[in-house]
């Protein structure tokens, strides 16, 4: 198995920040308003969704020899109402940008992407164990 580890650590009562082993930095915040600076967790769901179809899409139209002028998707997702305010449905609205790509050539890559590649679409739709360690630091 291929382990992935982040660590999270808190900047205020609505703020933290994760890091990879690389040192790579994500900030997010549980702000409204004016007051928001960076994407919640669920927003940051909605984004590695995007982001891993993306990757894999793009990839596939310029392996198909296709240009790839511009690329971008649109994610909503619909949430439950009580607690916990999880994703009830995501949908995902795909626009290429390509003088050479036709529509059904598109359509086909996405639906590999985002069914058979991504990795994160694939863990929204599996299940998921999880477990907990709890320490106190002194």
């Not at 139209?61 to 002028?69: A, D, G």
């Not at 009830?88 to 590649?117: C, M």
């Amino acid at each position: 198995m291929n382990k992935k580890e982040i660590t999270l650590r808190m900047i205020a009562d609505r703020e933290y920040e994760t890091v990879n082993p690389e040192g790579n930095k994500v900030q997010m915040d549980m702000y409204n308003g004016e007051d928001k600076k960076n994407q919640s967790p669920m927003e940051l769901l909605l984004s590695g969704l995007a982001g891993c179809s993306a990757v894999d899409a793009v990839l596939m139209m310029k392996k198909k020899r296709k240009l790839v002028e511009n690329f971008e998707i649109k994610a909503e997702g619909l949430r439950n109402e009580g607690t916990p305010a999880f994703y009830k449905s995501i949908h995902l609205h795909f626009i290429l940008t390509s003088p050479d790509a036709t529509e059904l050539e598109f359509e086909k890559v996405i639906k590999l992407a985002v069914e058979k590649y991504c990795s994160v679409a694939s863990s929204l739709k599996s299940d998921i164990t999880y477990s907990t360690e709890i320490k106190k630091a002194l």
